[in-house]
Every structure is written in C-alpha cells, then in structure tokens.
C-alpha cells in the first residue's frame, strides 16, 4: 500500500512538471535564441559536432530540457530543426523514467540526421519513440576523436551536453519527439 501511495505522489509530481513546462510554452523566437546559443555551445566544446553538423541533411536543437522527479521522473523541452542553417520545424521533446532517481536538472541535445530516411521518419511518424525507427548513436567524448566520413554509419548521431543540475543519469531512452506549433 506505501509504495502504491508513493508511486502516486511520484507520478502527480511528474504530471505537474509536465503540465508547467506546457503552459509556459516557449515561443518561437525563444527557441530559435537557444538553438543558436546550443549550437554555438557545442561546436565550440565538440569539433566533431561542427564537422558532423557539414554533412548532416538536418539538425535537431533540444537548447533546454528540464528533467525532475523522484523514482518516477520526466523531462521536458521545445527545439528547432534545421536545415542549411534555417529553421523549418517545431518539436517537443517529453520523456518519463522510473528507477532510483531523485532530483531537477537542465540540459540540451542535438540530433544530426545523416541521410532521409531518418529524415523522413521524423517528418511522417505521430511522435517519433527514440529507441524506435532509425538507429541512434550517442556521441561521447572519444566519438569525436574516431570519427571519420567513411565511420558514420547510422542515420542519427545525438550529442548531449551542458548537464546542470543535481540528477544523475542523463538518457535519450523512452523520449518521445513530436512536431509542434509556436507563436512569435
């Protein structure tokens, strides 16, 4: 019965997370703003990211997910697509967890499509389950030393980064991705 009661509590707290990053939806500016800042971040830290950035089709800038909890937690945040440098789309990233975890932090993520296919399935699926459809690859820090043209292997490359906060375990797993419309 008490861990019944707890994992209520634990999934009311989420779902008010979740339902105050919606109302306090980003515009679209604000997001354009942080996808720049993101990027400039990134490559800044990553060369590889810049070098990856040259031959991808499109980007996807997550500048700011918020992610909270206690044993359940979720995340939440709006980024950008680009293409050739232009924003072209909207999407909302949203992401529940459960396992020992406690605690609030901020970070960003981008996604670089290599080919169309992966392109394609982000465009035409309802929400696309990372984990689901295109393979990923998460780029650490020895990602960007091994790398090379003739290496890229997958449709997808995901870096995360610029983690602040006090929870551990940063992860892309169970993030759900679906295509939103801002306001200026």
């Known amino acids: 019965m008490r861990r019944t009661q707890l994992?209520?509590?634990?999934?009311?707290?989420?779902?008010?997370?979740?339902?105050?990053?919606?109302?306090?939806?980003?515009?679209?500016?604000?997001?354009?703003?942080?996808?720049t800042a993101a990027l400039e971040h990134?490559?800044?830290?990553?060369?590889g990211a810049r070098a990856l950035a040259e031959k991808a089709k499109a980007i996807l800038?997550?500048?700011?997910?918020?992610?909270?909890?206690?044993?359940?937690?979720g995340q939440y945040g709006d980024g950008a697509l680009r293409k050739r440098g232009r924003t072209v789309g909207y999407y909302r990233s949203v992401a529940a967890s459960?396992?020992?975890?406690?605690?609030?932090e901020t970070f960003s993520y981008v996604l670089f499509f290599l080919?169309?296919?992966s392109l394609s399935y982000l465009n035409q699926s309802e929400g696309w389950e990372l984990g689901v459809g295109p393979n990923i690859v998460i780029a650490?820090?020895?990602?960007?030393?091994?790398?090379?043209?003739?290496?890229?292997?997958?449709?997808?490359y995901a870096f995360i980064f610029g983690?602040?906060?006090?929870?551990?375990?940063?992860?892309?797993?169970?993030?759900?991705?679906t295509r939103i419309h801002l306001g200026r």
């Open 7 to 35: 994992l209520a509590a634990a999934a009311a707290a989420m779902w008010m997370m979740l339902q105050a990053g919606a109302s306090r939806a980003a515009t679209a500016w604000e997001v354009n703003q942080g996808a």
């Open 42 to 47: 990134l490559y800044a830290t990553s060369p």
């Open 61 to 73: 800038v997550f500048p700011e997910i918020v992610k909270g909890g206690f044993i359940v937690a």
């Open 98 to 104: 459960y396992g020992y975890q406690a605690g609030i």
């Open 115 to 117: 080919d169309d296919e």
């Open 140 to 156: 650490d820090e020895g990602f960007a030393k091994n790398f090379s043209t003739t290496t890229l292997q997958n449709g997808v």
């Open 163 to 177: 983690q602040e906060g006090l929870m551990a375990g940063v992860g892309l797993q169970g993030t759900k991705i």
